[in-house]
């Protein structure tokens, strides 16, 4: 059955000049009912258990864990390039915590909205902003100050908190549309049949 779909999707592929690439096309399958290899022009598909897809990992456990570890990693990055700022005292902490929201934070919170978290996530992520911030205001090692002075110092909210409220206002907005929306509809539909 799964061969006579992509056969049918290959077809109307070919019909407006589209050509699957069996060397960039991999299978990831979230039932394992069906066994068989998925092949494209006699050749078959590697199969995967997480891709990137639009910058967000997916996988098929599902959550958000090895999304969240992928974010860290990219902010982290944005972090370093940012280097010579944060050594620099030609800038003040204020400006350099409204750098760090804007080109830091914002890439560590893309599609935070669909994450699913657990206190463990949330203290990688909270971890992850302190440890910005003390290289940020310049505290290091023997130098001991409480996270929360660390947050009244340079006015900052935990990014844990941050996570919840965009997930309370994304759910506000999915609930003020169309009864008949694929969003919607998402946020209520249930899987038929029973899980093993």
Not at 30 to 36: A, V
Not at 43 to 71: A, H, M, P, S
Request: proline fraction near 2%; hydrophobic fraction near 30%.
């Amino acid at each position: 059955m799964m061969q006579r779909k992509m056969l049918k999707l290959q077809e109307q592929a070919a019909r407006i000049g589209l050509r699957v690439s069996t060397k960039k096309s991999k299978v990831m399958r979230t039932n394992r009912k069906s066994t068989e290899p998925v092949t494209v022009n006699g050749q078959n598909l590697d199969e995967t258990d997480k891709f990137t897809y639009l910058g967000k990992v997916v996988t098929t456990q599902g959550g958000g864990g090895d999304d969240i570890i992928c974010r860290i990693g990219k902010a982290r990055t944005a972090f370093r390039k940012l280097n010579r700022i944060w050594k620099s005292s030609n800038y003040s902490i204020k400006t350099k915590v409204h750098l760090y929201h804007s080109l830091v934070k914002s890439v560590l919170l893309y599609s935070c909205e669909t994450w699913k978290m657990n206190e463990g996530d949330a203290t990688k992520l909270d971890t992850f902003q302190f440890t910005c911030i003390r290289k940020i205001i310049k505290i290091r090692w023997p130098y001991v100050i409480s996270n929360e002075d660390l947050m009244k110092k340079t006015e900052t909210k935990c990014i844990s908190s941050k996570v919840k409220t965009r997930r309370w206002k994304w759910i506000g907005h999915v609930l003020r549309m169309e009864r008949n929306s694929h969003c919607r509809t998402a946020l209520t539909w249930q899987p038929e049949g029973k899980q093993r």
